[in-house]
């Protein structure tokens, strides 16, 4: 493994957590750095887990780090998740130099983390109104990332066992199991930190759903604020949006998002139907006629049919539809860059001058669609 070779050509491992101008919060991981201070290999406990800290630890070190220039001149990225090399300790001044980047598992952009293990997506079934829709449209976006989505319901203390079995009825027909959770009466907490036991885990869910609370419970000394639609105050303070790992008592990291209410879906046409667990299965034992069936109208589907979502699933489809032949239009035009072959073979791009007339004004609603969604985004 890359990560134990790199453990044995002198360095510290650990995983940045956050990030703030050109510096970089690296939480090393405990075992190795239990045998660097104290220079004893003989005291090495294999049965620890070499990626996270083991559960007993005291709170691992943080290392505040800036980047080797060599990593600059390569244009090597630095982002939260990243699992890093750090040399070069300076433990009474808790700073160091992150010397390499292991290669990463995934990368998301909206939060941009990497290595991200799961999505662990809150609602609530109450205060706010648990909508199908606008759930349906958070799970399609949480699987478009390709990582493993956990599903939880906040303030189950809202509601009766009768409605609640009514609801995961529903759910299970969706293809999820949720986690009913009580922050409130401290139902299930612990069932679902179990889920998030040593994994890189994103939070998402609209706001007002408890998110902030059910973080507060688990991690009691981060002191989020509740009740306080997330952005919109912190705009001020914070020009771009701060992303960052809350490591959990028990192992594992935690990052919250900006609460949204009507996530962008940006996948294309033809990939959609497989973001949908009801459409998976279906596909999982029959064929459609046609290899690029959209599931629509064309004979002899294997997806359409009266399963609960198909409804959201035509309705997104759509959209993606209107999303695509938008970015087809946008590549048109780029593609009427024509390429001038000046004297002895050189070229200069040059772009066509009504084009440039159009391209000006696409740019700038491409901007307003950029500020709107950082709008909606920050409620
Ligand atoms: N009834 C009930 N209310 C809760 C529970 N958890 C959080 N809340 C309340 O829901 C509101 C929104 O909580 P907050 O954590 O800020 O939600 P966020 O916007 O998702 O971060 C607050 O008034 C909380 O006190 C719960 O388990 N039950
Ligand atoms: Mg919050
Ligand atoms: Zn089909």
New binding site residues.
Partial sequence: MIEEVLQDSLGLLGTVVAVQANFYRVQLDVAETEIRRHGDRGRINLSLSPCLPPTKSPTPPLLLCTRRTRLKKIGQQVMVGDRVLVEEPDWAGQRGAIADVLPRKNQLDRPAIANVNQILL?F?VA?PPLEPYQLSRFLVKAESTGLDVVLCL?????ISTQQQNQINEYLIKWGYQPIF?????SINIDKLSIQLKDKITVVA??????????I?ALIPSIN???????GKLARGRHTTRHVELFDLPSGGLLADTP?FNQPDLDCSPEELAVYFPEARQRLAVARCRFSDCLHRDEPDCAVRGDWERYQHYLEFLEEAIARQSQLNQQADQESTIKVKTKGKGKQKYEPKLETKKYRQKSRRTQLQELQELFRESEE
Wanted: proline share 3%; charged share 20%; no cysteine.
């Fill in positions: 809150v609530a205060d906040n303030k189950s203390d809202l959770i009580s922050v409130y009466k869910g609209p706001s007002g759903v408890g998110k902030s609370s059910f507060n989020l604020r509740v009740g306080e639609i997330s609460g």
